[in-house]
Each structure stands twice: as C-alpha cells, then as structure tokens.
C-alpha cells in the first residue's frame, strides 16, 4: 500500500471520533428506557427497531400503532400491575379503589398526547443519558489503552493501520448500511395488515391496532369509551370558547367602566376637575390608581384532582389575566403517586412563558408529586418563605395523607396543630405577604397573630371568604376540577370550577382586589368584576376606667 493513500493524522482522529459518537448515540437511543406510566398501571417504554409503538395489555390483546419515531424506531410498553398504595386490601374499599383506576383509564383516553409528550422526552433523556455514559466509557477505555501499550507500540500499530484508513471507512460504513437494513427489513410484520380498529378513529390514537381474541369484542364495545372522550373533548372546546367570550365581554365592561370614572374627572369649563357626577347620572367606578399598571397578577387553583380537561382553561384564564404567578393550593392528583405524574406535566403546561407555580402540596399529592412538580420547574412550599414576583410567600406541604380506599393518615412527624403554631412563628419573624396552604384550619393561629395579611386555601371545594379571620383576611378557592363528592374528576365537569385572580400592589404592598372565574356543568363560563378586598377591622383597644377626682368639700383644706 502507498503511503500517498495515507490520510493526515486529523483527518483520521475525526473519523474515528465520529464513528465514536455515532456509535454511542446508536447505543444510547437502541437502549433507551423510561420507567412511566399507563393509565393506572405502572409501565416500562423501552426503544425497539419495529416501527411500532405496542402495548401489551394482558387478555385484551396488544394495541400496536405506527411510531412516529424515525429510522424504524419503535417502542415497546411492558405494562406492569398497578401500585400497591392505589390497591385496597378490603372488600369495603375495593369498589373505590377500582374507580379510582378506571380514573386512571379514563385520563389517559382523555389525554393521550400529554402521555406521548412525556415518553418522549423521558426515552429522549435517557438516551442522551446512555450516550454520554457510552462516550465516556470509550474515552476511559481508549486512556487506558493509550498508556498500556506505549509509545512504540502505538506508533507499530499506526504504521499498519494509518494506510488502511479509507478501506476501514468503508468497511464500518458497509457494516452501519447492512445493519439498517436488517433493521428496516424487520420493520412490516404481519400484524400491520390488520386493519386500524374503528373505535380509535377521529381520536389521537387513530390508526392504532387491537390484536388478540377479544380484537373483536373491543371493536364492538369500546366505542363506548371513545364516545366519552368525544364527549369530553367536546365539553371542555366548549367551556374554553364560552371562557374567551365571557372574557371579552368583562374586557368591554371594563373598559366602559375606566372611560366613565374618566369623565368624572375630565376638567370642567372653568378648568377645574369637575368631581361630582351630573345629577340623573350612575355613581361611576373609581377611577383605577396610577401605579394599577405595576400590580401583581396571580391566578389560584385548587383541587385539580388531574383533570387535565380544565389545562386549556387555566392557560387561557393564566395569559388573559397577564399572571406572573400561579397559586396551586394542593391537591394536583389524587393519589400522589408516579403514575399521575403526567397530570403534573399537564399543569405545568398551563403556566405561561416567564410566569411561575408555586404550589402549597395538599393531602391527595405526597413527596412523589411535588419531586415532580419541582422538575417542571415549580415552587413547591416547604415551611419557609419564597419571595416570588417581589411578593414573600409563605406555605408548607399538608400534614396529612388521603389515599383512594385507604383514609387518611399522618404524612409527617408534626401534627396538623403544631404545624400551624411553626406557620405562625415563622410569619411573625419574618415579612410575609401571604400565606398559602391547603388547609384552612392550619392558618388560623398565623391568622390570629395578625403577621398574616391574607391567606388562600382550598380544601373544602367550595369557595367562602374573602373575609376577616383574627387580624387577617381568609379566601378559600373551590376545586379548580369541578370536583364533587363522590364524583370522577374526569370528564364533563360533575360541579363548578373556579379560579381567582388576585392583584398584589408591590408599592403598598398589600392585595387589592380579587375576580372570579366560573365554569359551570353546562360547560358555561362566567369572568366576573372585581372586587376589592375588605379591610381587615382591628379591635378598638378601651382605655381602662379611671376615677373621677372629687371636688373637696367646702371648708375642707
């Protein structure tokens, strides 16, 4: 071989070190694995080169749709039992419990992408994961070899291999062609000419393939479920267009409420402002402060319970009201477990670019949730302060855990009691401008020590306040899911939802006023005006009783 041929030493690093990282991305993607969800069940995605994304689901067949992965990618999904913490161990409780998992079902069927959304990224990261450690393996590896052979050794071997350089090229390129190949020859099994089950049509699943014995009975029978989320998908397009036009009829009033409390002020003839209303006139609206355009917007939720239908709503209610900040009061899902993670990514899509979460985690979500809820990038309270768009807020996660089937229980040392004697120490020995919570009860003693301006809970599922408790002000948001007792979350809301807005004027720093978002079973919204928030009433301190001084009797000295 002429030594012409041989290609410089650059050119050879780069060849070698391309065909390093492309090997190790090969292996980082072929191997990739996400341990998620499906549904109720706890699931393993795993790469393949099919072209298929497949479920195994048991008796029921396997569904198998195309992937829209490139190169013959697919995914295989090994779905494993549900979780012991959502299973009850009576037969009292085992009719919840099996609700509970057909909730389970029913929010994938209702949101399909949102799982998709999060496969994808997990299966994304742990090949990007895989293919460093790869890469790192080569480079240690390769060091080592460096210094085991030698400098001698190094160059006897260079000597042969340098020249071969195009001929080795071309064999690994050979080699990479045969195997897509094979890859891509594997790509059409048999069961793609069955055809696309009818029920998924019109869905996000569309084209996707039962297989088994009971294909048939799926066939017949599952239209059922697939009328339910058309029926969901129809209900919330609904409320979100009844949601914008309400908006916009509040945006008028409004606007009609500024340029009247403008006239009201407008100069008169003799150059002065005017200040009383034209006799036969309407007292008009106060006319808004000059520093208004610098208040803080916040928009609460409250018991989501993972229905994940109300999303749209709470983005759209997030932008148009321009919140910097999004008060998640508790209660995001209703086991706390991994599997309802896609309902916190579901959620953390609602926030609006720049804008943040801060969540006070309730007594349906645990340690579980909020690990999540902070990888989207939320505040997830713990018993400190957070100073979040200049407003210092204060929260914890509940004392307490409710599980489907299974009550409630204690979730950490403190007790509910103690965990609001800490609150309130730490409100009055720090500045806190809100207190935010699950629970209301447990703001109360914070509440008493006047340290607390205002405090907003949930809960209940039914709003009360605003309104004065001890020396602060209380508001408790009603489930932002609609959520009833005894009623699924998913699906057609089984009660109405609400959202609060509430305005912080940092230059006073104090809440000014609050408005409510509604949206009924009927799948009608209403935005309401606002509403200045009371004044908190301080207790009139009377002076103590004194004597009256006697005039001395006459004669007396």
């Given amino acids: 071989m002429s030594s012409h041929r041989t290609p410089p030493r650059w050119v050879r690093w780069t060849l070698a070190s391309t065909v390093a990282v492309l090997a190790c991305l090969g292996f980082g993607i072929s191997t990739a694995t996400a341990h998620l969800s499906l549904?109720?069940?706890?699931?393993?995605?795993?790469?393949?080169?099919?072209?298929?994304?497949?479920?195994?689901?048991?008796?029921?067949?396997?569904?198998?749709?195309?992937?829209?992965?490139?190169?013959?990618?697919?995914?295989?999904?090994?779905v494993k039992e549900i979780p012991a913490d959502l299973a009850a161990v009576d037969q009292a409780t085992t009719l919840n419990a099996l609700a509970g998992d057909l909730q389970g079902y029913l929010q994938f069927f209702s949101s399909p992408d949102q799982t998709v959304a999060t496969v994808t990224r997990?299966?994304?990261?742990?090949?990007?994961?895989?293919?460093?450690?790869?890469?790192?393996?080569?480079?240690?590896?390769?060091?080592?070899?460096?210094?085991?052979?030698?400098?001698?050794?190094?160059?006897?071997?260079?000597?042969v291999v340098a020249p071969r350089t195009w001929e080795i090229t071309a064999s690994v390129a050979v080699v990479a062609v045969v195997a897509v190949t094979l890859s891509a020859s594997d790509v059409a099994p048999a069961s793609r000419g069955r055809?696309?089950?009818?029920?998924?049509?019109?869905?996000?699943?569309?084209?996707a393939r039962i297989t088994g014995r009971l294909a048939g009975v799926i066939d017949?029978?599952?239209?059922?479920?697939?009328?339910?989320?058309?029926?969901?998908?129809?209900?919330?397009?609904g409320a979100r267009e009844s949601l914008n036009a309400s908006w916009d009829e509040w945006e008028e009033r409004d606007a009609q409420a500024r340029a009247a409390a403008a006239e009201t002020v407008s100069p008169s003839p003799t150059g002065e402002p005017s200040g009383e209303p034209t006799?036969?006139?309407?007292?008009?609206?106060?006319?808004?402060?000059?520093?208004?355009?610098?208040?803080?917007?916040?928009?609460?939720?409250?018991?989501?319970?993972?229905?994940?239908?109300?999303?749209?709503?709470?983005?759209?209610a997030a932008e148009r009201s321009g919140a910097s900040v999004v008060l998640n009061a508790g209660d995001t899902t209703m086991n706390g477990t991994a599997v309802e993670n896609a309902c916190v990514d579901s959620f953390a899509s609602a926030v609006p670019p720049g804008a943040q979460m801060v969540v006070a985690s309730g007594n349906h979500d645990s340690r579980v949730t909020a690990a999540r809820e902070r990888a989207k990038g939320q505040i997830v309270l713990e018993g400190a302060v957070e100073e979040v768009a200049g407003i210092r807020i204060l929260g914890d996660r509940d004392?307490?855990?409710t599980r489907v089937g299974s009550g409630t229980a204690a979730a950490r040392e403190a007790t509910p009691e103690q965990q609001a004697d800490e609150l309130a120490a730490v409100a009055c020995e720090e500045?806190?401008?809100?207190?935010?919570?699950?629970?209301?009860?447990?703001?109360?003693?914070?509440?008493?020590?006047?340290?607390?301006?205002?405090?907003?809970?949930?809960?209940?599922?039914?709003?009360s306040g605003p309104e004065q408790v001890g020396l602060g002000l209380r508001y408790v948001n009603a489930s932002t899911a609609g959520a009833a007792s005894g009623q699924p979350t998913v699906g057609p809301l089984s009660g109405t939802a609400e959202l609060t807005v509430l305005r912080f004027d940092p230059e006073a720093r104090r809440f000014v006023d609050w408005q409510l978002i509604e949206v009924r079973r009927d799948g009608s919204a209403t935005v309401g005006d606002r509403q200045e928030l009371p004044q908190v009433e301080l207790p009139?301190?009377?002076?103590?009783?004194?004597?009256?001084?006697?005039?001395?009797?006459?004669g007396a000295p």
Avoid: K
């Fill in 431 to 463: 500045d806190v401008d809100l207190l935010l919570i699950h629970t209301p009860v447990v703001g109360l003693p914070a509440l008493e020590s006047g340290c607390v301006p205002l405090q907003v809970s949930g809960h209940a599922h039914r709003r």
């Fill in 279 to 316: 006799e036969g006139t309407a007292t008009p609206t106060p006319s808004p402060s000059a520093a208004e355009e610098d208040y803080v917007s916040l928009l609460v939720v409250s018991d989501l319970h993972c229905n994940m239908g109300m999303t749209p709503l709470i983005r759209d």
């Fill in 399 to 401: 004392a307490l855990e």
């Fill in 39 to 78: 549904g109720p069940h706890e699931a393993v995605y795993t790469v393949t080169n099919d072209g298929l994304v497949v479920a195994d689901l048991g008796p029921l067949g396997t569904l198998e749709m195309d992937s829209p992965l490139p190169v013959g990618l697919g995914v295989d999904v090994t």
């Fill in 195 to 207: 055809p696309a089950s009818t029920v998924f049509a019109g869905t996000a699943l569309e084209g």
């Fill in 220 to 237: 017949t029978y599952g239209g059922q479920l697939v009328g339910l989320y058309r029926q969901n998908e129809e209900f919330y397009a």
């Fill in 540 to 554: 009139v301190e009377v002076p103590p009783e004194t004597e009256t001084p006697q005039e001395p009797a006459e």
């Fill in 122 to 159: 997990a299966l994304l990261l742990d090949a990007l994961r895989r293919s460093a450690l790869a890469a790192l393996a080569v480079v240690v590896v390769g060091a080592g070899l460096w210094f085991v052979l030698g400098a001698a050794r190094r160059r006897e071997l260079a000597a």
